[in-house]
Nanobody
Framework: QVQLVESGGGYVQAGGSLRLSCAVS????????MAWFRQFPGKAREPVAR????????DYAVPVKGRFTISRDNAKNTVYLQMNRLKPEDTAVYYC?????????WGQGTQVTNSS
C-alpha cells in the first residue's frame, strides 16, 4: 500500500521558516507528480504547490508564490516544502499527496502554526 509520512511542522513566529518533508513508500516514486495541500479549520483542503515527476516544473498557489518552494529527491523518495517568511494566515495542517489516476493518496498531515 501507498504510505506518505509528513514531518517538519511546528510553531514559528511571523517571518520565520520551516521545511516540511514527506517520505513516500509503496510505489515507484519517480513515476508520479507530487503535491502539497493545506487545510484551514472548517475548510476543505486547498492546493499549495505541485511538482512534476522529474522535478522540471512546479506550480504554486498565489498566496505562497515567492515564499514557498517545492522540491523532490527521487533517490530518497521524499518531497519537500520549504516555507519562508511565514505569515499567521499560513497556519494550517499541511498534507502531501501522490497524484494517481484513481485518486490522490494523502499523508496524515503536519500542523504548521504561525503567530504574529
Amino acid at each position: 500500500q501507498v504510505q506518505l509520512v509528513e514531518s517538519g511542522g511546528g510553531y514559528v513566529q511571523a517571518g520565520g521558516s520551516l521545511r516540511l518533508s514527506c517520505a513516500v513508500s509503496g510505489l515507484r516514486f519517480s513515476s508520479y507528480a507530487m503535491a502539497w495541500f493545506r487545510q484551514f479549520p472548517g475548510k476543505a483542503r486547498e492546493p499549495v504547490a505541485r511538482i512534476t515527476r522529474d522535478g522540471d516544473s512546479t506550480d504554486y498557489a498565489v498566496p505562497v508564490k515567492g515564499r514557498f518552494t517545492i522540491s523532490r529527491d527521487n533517490a530518497k523518495n521524499t518531497v519537500y516544502l520549504q516555507m519562508n517568511r511565514l505569515k499567521p494566515e499560513d497556519t494550517a495542517v499541511y498534507y502531501c499527496a501522490v497524484e494517481r489516476k484513481d485518486g490522490p493518496n494523502w499523508g496524515q498531515g503536519t500542523q504548521v502554526t504561525n503567530s504574529s
